[in-house]
């Protein structure tokens, strides 16, 4: 018996020895670079994504580490005079590997006083003497190529394996191209790479090609953001992460090895904002009735969040919640969306009549029972408790109520145009003062742009009535709410706006 439980604990010590001897060989693959291969804390703030952030996706994790030492705003030298790439070196173990790209701060300049990242064009040995306005330090500048170099030298003197990437392309065209850099940045990588002897990845072509195969109208908006020719969006950094799987497969490096045969991309939640209201913000299908929800996600960084648009004609804070329209989109909400919400202009009609869409006026808790022609009694609330109702569920969902006051009507009483602001407008604003959320005073901000253009002007944004636009008035409508939006800033629905300059 004493003979089989040594034999026992001596094939466990072997087991343990064997775990250990594997786990010590596990390799690490270290990213380093700039915010196109890690953007922040690696965490989408903004919607920035590097392709760093991707790459372990495409990587067996259970036979390689993955770590991204990358960091926005650095180039191939302040990577290293900030210290970033030091301790990645130490930590470098033989048959580990380091994928390098850099270039897209280094044409920046060599020296002032907010900066200061520029490294000298090409690959020479050249050097400038600085004292540095920035860090206060005397410094020797070098060539891109000498800090690439160095950078391989010293990965390659610890055993580990580097490989060289050409920056990503920005997103600029010209006649349906994107530009390439293999005459500046990717040439100069690729230069070092040979002169090393160590694996290079034409990325920024391979990532152009890809560009162009797509489109601009694709890319644009998809890939990268409206605002932003240089970072990713997720899928973007997926594209370029699937492009550096891409040339190590068409490599002879061994890290190929490790890549995963068919891999599985999971990708960041994109939000939802949700918005309700009536005709003056649905899309109506009429050319003279286009409600400003038709023209809002022009507005919005489409790559990250999806725009409903649920508003429906005809509607009342009443009876958007009685026809069960309300439902539909509680049942969708998530954690972490928004919800827009405007009603008031059908709020004033007939309580107990026909259409029987009005509310009762006011903010309090009465109600009025009303019997419906064939379906009922209903119990008919105030404007402000059903306000506050939308607000409370659309908190209790983990999402964010924002309400606006409704558009202003063409009414011009004494040459100004008319504002409900003892009446709805009034009652918007108090059921966020009671309930929470954010309220955004759209009447009045609409209101001063009618009387900026004037009567006459304005008079050709309602060719049906006084309360319904056509198209020009949906996009002057829908751009004054993404304005109003990006003035919130306590809410993080600002960052996915987008106003393009004029």
């Known amino acids: 018996m004493k003979l089989v439980k040594l034999f026992s604990l001596f094939v466990l010590a072997i087991c343990f020895v064997q775990c250990e001897k594997l786990n010590a060989q596990k390799p690490t693959v270290y990213c ?70 850099f270039g897209h701060n280094d044409n920046g300049a060599l020296n002032d006083d907010s900066r200061a990242r520029g490294t000298i064009k090409g690959v020479g040995e050249e050097s400038e003497e600085i004292d540095n306005m920035l860090t206060g330090e005397h410094e020797v500048v070098h060539s891109y190529g000498w800090y690439i170099r160095k950078v391989v030298t010293e990965a390659k003197s ?47 072509d391979k990532m152009a090609s890809a560009m162009e195969a797509k489109g601009e109208d694709l890319v644009t908006g998809h890939l990268f953001y409206k605002r932003d020719h240089t970072h990713t969006s997720a899928k973007g950094a997926v594209l370029a992460a699937s492009l550096i799987a891409e040339g190590l497969t068409e490599s002879d490096n061994s890290l190929k090895h490790f890549l995963l045969e068919d891999p599985e991309v999971t990708l960041p939640r994109k939000r939802n904002l949700f918005i309700i209201g009536d005709s003056t913000v649905a899309d109506n299908g009429q050319d003279g009735k286009t409600g400003w929800g038709v ?13 409903h648009n649920k508003a429906r ?15 539909a989109v509680k049942s969708e909400l998530e954690p972490g969306d928004f919800v827009l919400m405007q009603f008031g202009h059908n709020d004033g009609g007939n309580v107990d009549k026909a259409k029987y869409r009005g509310s009762l006026k006011g903010m309090s ?5 009303v019997q419906r022609d064939s379906s009922g009694i209903e119990t008919v609330h105030t404007y402000g408790w059903y306000m506050k109702q939308y607000i409370k569920e659309t908190q209790e969902a983990g999402a964010t109520p924002i309400v606006l006051s409704m558009i202003p009507r063409n009414e011009w009483p004494d040459g100004k145009v008319e504002r409900p602001t ?38 050709a944004l309602f060719p049906d009535d006084h309360t319904h636009t056509n198209h020009d008035g949906a996009k002057l409508n829908a751009l004054t709410v993404a304005e109003l939006i990006e003035g919130l800033r306590q809410s993080d629905l600002r960052d996915y706006v987008f106003i393009k300059e004029e």
């Open 313 to 327: 004609g005809g509607r009342s804070s009443r009876t958007f919640r009685y026809e069960e329209l309300w439902d």
């Open 158 to 204: 610890k055993g580990a394996i580097p490989v060289l990437m050409s920056p990503i392309p920005r997103n600029d065209w010209k006649d349906g191209s994107v530009p390439r850099n293999d005459k500046s940045y990717g040439l100069w990588a690729k230069q070092i790479a040979e002169e090393e002897g160590v694996t290079f990845i034409n990325l920024n």
């Open 295 to 307: 023209y809002l996600p022009q507005h919005i960084d489409t790559t990250r969040m999806t725009v």
């Open 32 to 101: 380093v670079g700039d915010s196109t291969v890690k953007n922040g804390q690696g965490k989408g703030d903004g919607g920035l994504w590097g392709w760093g952030d991707y790459i372990d996706q495409y990587l067996d994790t259970t036979q390689v580490d993955v770590e991204n030492h990358a960091l926005g705003g650095t180039s191939s030298r302040t990577f290293q005079s900030k210290g970033l790439w030091q301790p990645v070196l130490d930590s470098l173990q033989k048959g580990d590997y380091v994928l390098i790209q």
């Open 365 to 369: 808790d009465e109600t009025q029972e």
């Open 422 to 459: 003892d009446s709805y407008v009034k009652w918007a604003k108090e059921a966020v003062d009671e309930a929470g959320g954010f309220y955004l005073n759209l009447n009045e901000a609409v209101a001063q742009k009618y009387e900026a253009m004037g009567k006459d002007s304005v008079k």
